[in-house]
């Protein structure tokens, strides 16, 4: 039962980051924006949480930078994708480089370390207990007792459905995707949609990072993305961008994370680490092969 | 060329000024550290060839993004192919017991074995699945950092080492030098001749880059499609391999951990400034190979951590393109504007 509940706990925990960055995603997919840049600021907003959290010894303000910081990096993805009309896929790569380089400088700047920084300082995001619920056996260890950011993202899933199908900027936005040409006629500024779907991927990417880095582990180290923002991509991808889709897909690959941590038992870490990138191989098989049986 | 040789320097010249400008802000004084960077990368024999020694992964990987870039395949995973070709070529050499002449062409052929191999499972899943490159060559990115990082943790483990490291290749397999001059600069220019006249000379190449810029005209015009996609993809997995593969053999002559380092992504960022082109590779590539060399110099005398080059490079980068796009549009609007006069008149 142990093993049960700690797998479970292992799936949400490893899913809230990928989650919410693939939330993000969504936003920008259904405005036809090829965002590959969400790595870049997932790994930004990580910095500045750990950087918010550690000068203010404060988790709000820690979430406040991470939000800041991510917001920054989609800023400049703004001015050249949107503004300056620079290729989408360059300026991601090049965004998610420097998000790398900039993070490793301020590092060394800002904490004079190298690799990783870990202080008893960084004041992590409280987990919630909820009463009564966390005294229900079995569902109390699960619904209860989890990290503050991972009811959030439950709340942001059913913003993000609500906002893309039922409001009129989520009209808008899919129009961008769809037919951005027509939207223009109509009156409404594609390119002021597209700004604001990667703002709102910059908040929620943000938030993943603050995640990373005060929920998931309490320290920041070079590069602690580590590859999630590109599995968000292939989240939104794989299920054409449908928020609930990309829900269970995450928790799939979040499942994928706590079963590594598992298998450590058997195998050298190096091969449990692998898992959720074989696992996105995994179903992007089963959706190539899908979509192969619908086009023929 | 006029057109790209204006936006190039420009764009260099335009990150320089802002790197100075953080540098000023962060009480720096931009001039000294750029002096120190290029005086320990350029500023005499020693320097030179250490920068152009750096330069041949950087180049070699460029080379892998350019061509698939140019020829239509997304190819992403030159950090992975290089990886596991130079695990090839380090264990090869590891078992190879062969005079040079021989030991040499055997590693570099290994090498591009393994690079091929890695962008070969790439494109086996695309072929036979229809699943896109762009994403699995970043998960294989992924799986090869992890499986080499075993490779040299458990099976290839020189004993007694304190962190994971390969035992040395061969003597037999350490490329020569002459002097500081490393001799993988030569096997990248030879690499670069037989990718050249593959790329602009060959029917190969023509139907390569005719797919790349419109695939639905080439496949009209008979071009078979699969196969090219195919040839491009060994192709550049082989290049990216090749790169790992003379970073052994060059450097370390063992596969230390953090080998790749970021080679390959730094290889990519080149061929896109480089707008795809080969000879822009070379020239981007000595020139990101100077900023890296100089870095270590620059830290030394003047503070700035080495770093930072990291997003200066970022920066180029985006200025460089957005630069060009922009000087397209303004040089288009000017020549339009000069018609209509001429037309008025």
Redesign the interface.
Known sequence: MNIFIGLINGMISGATPILLAALGGTFTYYAGIFNIAMEGMMLGGAFFAVLGSYYFHSWPMGILFAILGALFMALIFIVFSVILKTDEFITGIALNLFAVGATTYLLRQIFKVKGAFSDPGIIPIPKVDIPLIKDIPVVGSILSGQNLLVYVTFVVILITVYVVFKTRFGLRLRAAGYNAASLDTSGVRTSSVRIWSLVICGVLCGLAGAYLSLGYVNLFSENMSAGRGWISLAAVILVNGNPWGITLISLLFGFTDGLGLLLQQYLPNQFTSMVPYIATLISLYFYSIQKRKKTA | MRKKFISGILGIVVALVLGAIIMLF?GYNPIETYGALFSYSLGGWYPFCTTLRNSVPLILTGFSASIAFASGP?N?GQPGQLLIGALFATVGGMYIHLPAVLEIPILIALALLGGALWSGAAAL?HKW????EF??T??L???AD??T??AI??PFFEKGANSPLTPQIDKAGWLPEFGEFNTNVLVMLLTFVVVWFIYSRLTAGYEWRLTGQNSIFARLGGCNIDKNYMAVMLITGALAGLAGGLVVMAGPHRFVKGLGA?YA??G??VA?VANNGLFGTILYGLFFSTLQSGALGMELITAV?S?????L???I??VI??GR??LDIWMDKSMIKRKARERAA
């Open positions: 962060q997304v992403l899943m699945f229809s699943m896109d994403i699995t970043l998960m990115n992924m799986i992890l499986l990082y075993w943790s458990y970021n992504w730094d990519v960022m896109m951590p770093e930072f080059i990291q997003v490079q970022s920066v980068v985006l393109v957005a796009g922009l």
